[in-house]
């Protein structure tokens, strides 16, 4: 049996978000994309619009996606944590795919807190349980969150290999 076909998908406003998803997808050997938002979230505005959107739960124009995420075994999502809220450009793009999600994973990026309710957020918004989660402060993201990181993505392969061995004795 071949090797499951990974997708890291994040956005990221400051590049926080952007640091861990990299490190997350060469750790899996992913293929990554970025989501784009099309609001202008640059500066005191962007961060202002940016909470406005997480508070009112709004979904935002994003460009369509590259890739396609019906095409992978699992789908890593991140986001950074507004408000207490996944970020409005990932909420947009979990709406918009959730039919299309095989297997899904969420990691997210917090200052101080809100990072359950953000996953927990997530699960609701694809309709169905993450196969492991992750919550990173900035600092530790700056700082390569390796632990954090690692255990993971641990998870992630566990999960993968089950699934083949599941695959296997059916």
């Known amino acids: 049996m071949s090797e499951a076909k990974v997708l890291v998908v994040y956005f990221s406003r400051t590049g926080t978000t952007r640091l861990l998803a990299s490190a997350i997808a060469t750790m899996l050997g992913a293929d990554i994309e970025e989501i784009c938002d099309c609001s202008n ?3 005191p505005g962007g961060y202002l619009r940016s909470l ?5 739960k709004r979904q935002v124009e994003i460009v369509p996606a590259g890739l396609d995420v019906s095409a992978y075994d699992l789908v890593v999502v991140g986001s950074p944590v507004w408000a207490g809220s996944v970020s409005a450009p990932v909420r947009s793009y979990l709406i918009e795919n959730r039919a ?3 297997q899904i994973a969420f990691f997210c990026s917090f200052g101080g807190r809100g990072a359950d309710k953000a996953l ?5 918004l694809v309709g ?15 700082h390569g969150a390796h ?5 993971f993505v641990d998870g992630i392969k566990r999960h993968l290999a089950r699934s083949r061995d599941l695959e296997w004795m059916c």
């Open 147 to 151: 632990a954090a990181l690692a255990a």
């Open 120 to 124: 927990h957020e997530m699960c609701e």
């Open 52 to 56: 406005l959107d997480a508070i009112r």
């Open 128 to 142: 169905k349980p993450a196969v492991a989660e992750c919550k990173v402060t900035a600092v530790e993201a700056r």
């Open 41 to 43: 979230r640059e500066g």
């Open 100 to 102: 299309k999600f095989s």
